[in-house]
């Protein structure tokens, strides 16, 4: 059975700083490509950022500079590192697994930015 957890959210301040994490199980975590989604309330969920089996990585626009994204093969873990938060960037955050012709989804973790 294949299951994604998100952790990490939370409450923080405009300006903080949120690491969330996503372990994996049931799947050959090496091989497949990894990424993040958001949806804000009353918006259509959107890409964040992805990380391929070979390590490359790619942001949209909106959180070049300001989010990391990364992962561990040994932990079977993919991580997003957000720094310099703003109100915009509230959102429920989910991780995937997309490869060998499936994809697959976590639960989502909340994420709040308000002071």
């Known amino acids: 059975q294949v299951q994604l957890v998100e952790s990490g959210g939370g409450l923080v301040q405009p300006g903080g700083s949120l690491r969330l994490s996503c372990a994996a199980s049931?799947?050959?975590?090496?091989?497949?490509?990894l990424g993040w989604y958001r949806q804000a309330p009353g918006k259509q969920r959107e890409l964040v950022a992805t990380i391929t089996s070979g390590g490359r990585t790619t942001y949209v626009d909106f959180v070049k500079g300001r989010f990391t994204i990364s992962s561990d093969n040994a932990k079977k873990t993919v991580y997003l590192q957000m720094n310099s938060l703003n109100p915009e960037d509230t959102a429920v955050y989910y991780c995937?697994?997309?490869?060998?012709?499936?994809?697959?989804w976590g639960q989502g973790t909340q994420v709040t930015v308000s002071s």
């Open positions: 995937y697994a997309r490869g060998l012709g499936n994809t697959y």
């Open positions: 049931g799947i050959s975590f090496s091989i497949y490509t």
